[in-house]
């Protein structure tokens, strides 16, 4: 994407607010005229007075008061509503490239650090803010004076005029080849501040690691390295552009001095007026002036390409899944799930599923076993649409789910993550994830049937308390029994529950596993297994290996079949009941992690 394009879609961004645009171009329009204008009012007041016209002189001094006032009212109009316009547009582009960023696929985010996310979404918003209010406040007068003040200088003396035309010429051609030898460089530079980004990302979200290894000097040493790297792919643009400012000035000292001589010249012809060479000066000014306005613009710019196309890059990713307007809504849902030759893959050549078909009737427990790697986790996602299926379909009550909308579609499944996934919120607020409406009576009594109310209420401020950054600060049994409170809260009719129980200890998990068998019943409800209880209770085992279904039916079915699951339960690859430890098993203040 060219500097230009990436310019124009940055103004494009503007068309919400089209009319408040436009005023201000009009605005713009004016202060260009007031910037040719008053040169031009100048020399003819020289011309005035050199002729002993006073009258005359009073006169071009009168309306160049008043057009020099004008000026002032039309410069305060646009920098107050270009201040207020690029504010707000700002706003509503981090809100535009968040709702976007997070509704994009999971392979999407696999391949991007949050580090980088937010850098490019903070970089790029400041940067496009930056280019607004440039454009408005000085850009755009820029160019149209420019534009209004060449013709007027051809008219006036075409000689005098050449120099200021050459003087354009160099500056565009000194910008040019600065560009081309130094945008290689920066890209660099921009990848090398991502990479900070998600060093530091990475970092920041693991300070446990980093502490309790001692890598807290080696990270700042890497850091440090980091920043040399940037530092020495840094200067040589920097060097470059230097020298780039030089040019421009060289160029602008020169032209002066030409029109001088060239004019004096002309003078001692009779072409030009002292009052003419005069404006031609004062044009000549002003030029070097908004040229060297339009160079610091084109150098930002320039520094800010690589931000702005990453930024837009994220912008014109495609949602692979994603509401659709006139999307069918998913009726009332009985819960009944068939999932009919379907196959997937993370990557065409390796798939993660192969021709995977079963039925769950309504309400049922259906467990799903495997070696490590089989695909289990990756067949429930299909459920709630994390990914679509490269072949066959998926049916809730006999509905291909492809035909509902995402929102329809999850907000009719309850899913327990092995890994819990709170936010930094309160606990309280965490809960209401799964219900948002949800009152402090429901949340209490969720919360209780997960076992998680006894250590909530000793925090210090209760379902108020502050959670930190990935729930850190709670132990992994309590994170845990929060993640299944969140669905218990949500009260779906289709319950997934991956590894749900594997952060509890052995009595806490069996009174939740109780809770549980109370929560599932009417329930769909998927479980990737571990607990021996759950395999022998569930009404259908899937065992999966490597991406294939390879047996499935009850437990003693199985067991008596010798195949896959008789191995896997042989090794042990169960854990056993902890019932009789939960019957003498006291509570704690806080959980056990």
């Known amino acids: 994407m060219s500097i230009l394009r990436i310019y124009l879609r940055v103004i494009a961004l503007l068309a919400p607010e089209k009319a408040l645009a436009i005023m201000l171009a009009l605005a713009n329009l004016a202060l260009a005229g007031v910037y040719f204008l008053e040169p031009w009012l100048f020399g003819h007041v020289v011309d005035a007075l050199a002729a002993a016209g006073h009258r005359d002189a009073w006169r071009y001094i009168g309306w160049w008061a ?9 410069s305060v109009w646009v920098s107050l509503h270009a201040d207020r316009l690029a504010h707000r547009r700002r706003l509503a582009v981090i809100a535009q490239f968040f709702e976007h960023a997070i509704a994009l696929p999971l392979s999407f985010h696999g391949q991007h650090h949050t580090g980088r996310l937010l850098r490019i979404m903070h970089s790029g918003s400041s940067n496009l803010f930056s280019l607004w209010l440039g454009f408005f406040r000085e850009h755009l007068a820029t160019l149209l004076s420019i534009f209004v003040m060449v013709p007027l200088a051809l008219k006036m003396n075409w000689k005098l005029a050449l120099l200021m035309i050459a003087l ?3 500056f565009a051609v000194f910008n040019a080849i600065a560009m081309q030898r130094t945008h290689k460089a920066q890209g660099e530079v921009e990848e090398l501040h991502h990479a900070i980004s998600e060093r530091a990302g990475d970092v920041f979200g693991n300070v446990l690691i980093v502490q309790s290894y001692t890598r807290v000097s080696s990270e700042v040493r890497a850091i440090h390295e980091m920043m040399k790297r940037v530092l020495a792919a840094q200067y040589p643009v920097l060097r470059g552009w230097a020298w780039l400012s030089v040019a421009n000035r060289a160029a602008s000292t020169l ?3 030409a029109i001088f001589a060239l004019g004096a010249s002309l003078n001692s012809k009779g072409e030009v007026s ?3 060479i005069v404006s031609f000066v004062g044009f000549a000014l002003m030029l070097i002036g908004r040229l060297e306005q339009f160079a610091s613009f084109i150098s930002g ?3 800010q390409t ?5 930024f837009f890059a994220i912008l014109d990713t495609k949602a692979v899944l994603h509401d659709k307007p006139g999307d069918a809504e998913l009726p009332v849902v009985r819960g009944e799930v068939a999932f009919e030759n379907v196959s997937f893959g993370y990557e065409a050549t390796h798939p993660a599923l192969r021709h995977l078909s079963f039925h769950a009737p309504a309400g049922s427990t259906v467990a799903i076993v495997g070696p490590t790697g089989a695909g289990k986790t990756t067949a429930l996602s299909l459920l709630y649409r994390a990914y679509d299926p490269s072949e066959g379909r998926i049916t809730i009550d006999g509905i291909d789910i492809r035909n509902v909308g995402l929102t329809s579609l999850r ?6 993550f092995q890994d819990p996934g709170l936010f930094y919120r309160s606990i309280a607020d965490n809960l209401r994830i799964g219900k948002p409406e949800a009152t402090q009576e429901e949340i209490e009594a969720a919360a209780q049937m997960a076992e998680a109310h006894n250590f909530v209420i000793v925090k210090p401020e209760g379902y108020s308390t502050l959670v930190a950054e990935r729930g850190r600060s709670l132990s992994g049994g309590e994170r845990q029994r929060l993640s299944i409170a969140r669905a218990m809260l949500k009260d779906a009719p289709i319950l997934i529950l991956d590894e749900a129980t594997s952060a509890l200890d052995n009595a806490t998990e069996a009174r939740i596993q109780r809770v549980l068998n109370t929560l599932t019943k009417d329930r769909t409800t998927f479980v990737i297994a571990h607990r021996l209880s759950t395999v022998r209770n569930a009404d259908t085992i899937l065992v999966l290996k490597d991406g294939e279904l390879v047996e499935q039916g009850r437990y003693d079915e199985l067991v008596r079949l010798g195949g896959v699951f008789a191995e896997l339960d042989a090794q042990g690859k ?8 939960a019957v003498s098993y006291a509570e704690p203040t806080l959980a056990p992690a």
Do not use: Q, W, Y
């Open 411 to 416: 907000k009719h499944i309850a899913v327990v």
């Open 168 to 170: 354009m010429v160099s």
């Open 274 to 276: 002292v009052g003419g």
């Open 66 to 74: 008043g057009v020099g006032f004008g000026g002032v009212i039309a």
């Open 574 to 581: 169960f854990v056993a009941d902890a019932e009789d430890s």
């Open 255 to 257: 032209t002066i001095v």
């Open 306 to 310: 690589h931000s702005l196309r990453d």
């Open 301 to 303: 710019l320039f520094f």
